[in-house]
């Protein structure tokens, strides 16, 4: 079988493991080109209408061993053959992050390579160097995903600055929650992405809370849904959603989109920075993709996003942001552990 021949010391070929919510992933990078990535989304939440951490964990530990052999062999590559391994550290749901974290830290040990931790929103950025498109920096990048709603600025150094965050609800978790609301089932994004296409999205003006500097705030239209149908007996409710469904899916994503959207277009004004990415799952979503296409071109600038398949969670994010790590000589030792809510250790700083 053709081998790359790692770990003679031409070669650099790192395995990515993700396991820091619902979807067990495994990547190959080997001298900086994806060679594989492979994602087993679990489907035993769907029932529940959202993420069950026990279940996730249990999942995790019965799908990571065939998900990572399948990504060595797409790789064409054998276990042997990997020079390090790089892990989902945190934010997450703490087992599920220990389940990828102690297989990586055993894989380790027993091969003898080194190890290094990965901070998942670092892996959501460094999406964006995966595909065709590669921005140089100085950027500005908008995380969007079901945990975090946040918006960066990397400057020409590479230095990471926090600009502003939701201070409730991630724009993900708006989605789903709103989706619940409605009937659909979960991950709801998706769901009200497709239904929204057929809807008006002027049908009816959910508010826009808008915050100082770049934060966001997204529970009062989760709650602003809740009540415009609350307002309806039960048989009312049911026939209005039969009828209008579509309706409220275009106009609550319209307001979220307007929300996401202002801010960024703010910071681009008063930066003059003019390259903006998008990543995180509901970078997926389809409305959000062209309006801000629409808002970075009309200020002269550039929208990055990534392919759809490293939008949503994905271990090629965390394979390459590792291997970055360990060619800058960064490495971990056995006794780094999962964290739940790691922070991402930057500044945060008004523009
Ligand atoms: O990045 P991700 O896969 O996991 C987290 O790190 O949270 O993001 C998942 C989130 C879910 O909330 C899901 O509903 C949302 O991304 N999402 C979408 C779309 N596709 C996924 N939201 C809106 N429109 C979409 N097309
Ligand atoms: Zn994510």
């Not at 307002?231 to 307001?255: G, I, M, N, V, W």
Request: proline residues 5%; aromatic residues 4%.
């Amino acid at each position: 079988m053709f081998s790359p021949k790692c770990g003679n010391g031409e070669k650099s070929c790192v395995l990515g493991i993700e396991s820091s919510c619902d979807d067990t992933a495994a990547a190959v990078i080997i001298d900086g080109v994806l060679r594989s990535s492979i994602i087993s989304s679990q489907s035993e939440h769907i029932p529940f209408g959202g993420v069950v951490p026990e279940l996730a964990s249990r999942a995790h530990d019965r799908l990571l061993v065939p998900v990572v052999q399948a990504a060595l062999q797409k790789a064409g590559i054998e276990m042997s053959d990997l020079t390090g391994i790089a892990v989902t550290r945190g934010p997450g749901l703490i087992g599920s992050l220990m389940v990828g974290v102690s297989f990586a830290k055993s894989l380790s040990a027993g091969l003898g390579i080194p190890l290094v931790g990965v901070h998942h929103l670092d892996g959501h950025m460094d999406s964006l160097w995966l595909g065709a498109s590669r921005p140089d920096p100085p950027l500005l990048v908008l995380i969007v995903s079901g945990g975090h709603t946040q918006l960066m600025r990397v400057d020409a150094s590479g230095r990471r600055i926090i600009l502003g965050k939701t201070r409730d609800d991630a724009a993900g978790e708006a989605f789903d929650k709103v989706a619940a609301i409605l009937g659909l089932e979960y991950p709801g994004g998706p769901e009200i992405d497709r239904l929204a296409a057929h809807g008006n999205a002027g049908f009816h003006e959910f508010p826009r809370t808008r915050l100082p500097d770049y934060d966001w705030s997204f529970s009062g239209i989760k709650t602003s849904v809740l009540y415009h149908l609350n307002r309806l007996d039960l048989p009312e409710r049911t026939r209005y959603l039969e009828k209008h469904l579509a309706d409220l899916c275009a106009s609550f994503q319209e307001a979220v989109v307007d929300m996401l959207v202002e801010p960024v277009q703010r910071a681009m004004e008063m930066t003059g920075i003019r390259s903006v990415g998008l990543v995180g799952g509901v970078s997926a979503n389809s409305r959000l993709r062209d309006r801000l296409e629409q808002t970075t071109s009309s200020l002269g600038g550039h929208l990055h996003v990534p392919d759809l398949e490293f939008s949503m969670d994905n271990a090629a994010m965390i394979a390459l942001s590792g291997s970055l790590k360990l060619a800058r000589g960064e490495q971990d030792s056995l006794f780094f552990t999962a964290h739940p809510s790691l922070s991402m250790d930057l500044e945060e700083a008004p523009v």
